[in-house]
């Protein structure tokens, strides 16, 4: 096909969002430039947008546009309470359930060496910042230290090293930190897990060092 860098370029890069191979990410191409022009525009100016404005917060590590995300601004939250869960769409999983009022740390990934995804790949030494009190930037007057870490990383064989990790690190402090019950499924993801489950499983939490 004659002239066709623009083309490949934007196969490309459809590519590299999650399940997307080669001839899906040629079809939504074709598509948008045959049937949705309009649409492509107002893709390519969120996508812009977004990679502008947003940013990590600073307490949470989670996506927001201010230094500090409204979660965490919340006076209405148990701040005693930290959940921690490897993505944002798994923070917004647990939120939908209603079951949960603390606070949240995004981790932004997950522990695995084979993928060469160690520590300071993910938001490990982040955590144990906010946790030992840091002056991460933004922190509410008055802001009560955490008493305990529900680690609500997912039950995969990364999720489980990355929650062993955190309760090992965490093992000498006073914080309590226990993790998900088993309601959630081995191998599963929180954000494909029904919400009924997660909530029975943040209800039946228990302590992450047994």
Not at 64 to 69: I, N
């Amino acid at each position: 096909m004659a002239d066709a860098h623009s083309l490949e370029a934007l196969t490309e890069a459809l590519r590299r969002l999650p399940g997307v191979g080669l001839k899906s990410a040629g079809r939504m191409a074709f598509h948008l430039l045959q049937h949705d022009r309009a649409g492509a525009l107002q893709l390519s100016a969120a996508l812009a947008q977004a990679v502008d404005q947003v940013r990590h917060c600073n307490l949470c590590h989670t996506f927001t546009e201010s230094a500090v995300c409204s979660t965490c601004l919340d006076d209405r939250r148990d701040r005693s309470k930290l959940c921690v869960v490897e993505t944002p769409a798994d923070q917004s999983a647990l939120e939908r359930t209603g079951a949960y009022k603390g606070l949240y740390f995004v981790l932004m990934g997950k522990l695995s060496p084979l993928d060469g995804i160690g520590p300071h790949e993910i938001g490990l030494q982040k955590l144990f910042d906010r946790l030992g009190g840091a002056d991460l930037g933004g922190l509410p007057d008055a802001y009560p230290a955490v008493k305990e870490v529900i680690l609500a990383t997912n039950f995969t064989a990364e999720g489980e090293a990355t929650a062993h990790v955190i309760a090992q690190a965490l093992r000498t402090t006073d914080i309590q930190v226990t993790r998900l019950s088993r309601g959630v499924p081995v191998g599963s993801e929180l954000e494909y897990v029904d919400l009924g489950t997660i909530a029975h499983a943040l209800v039946d939490r228990r302590s992450a060092a047994n």
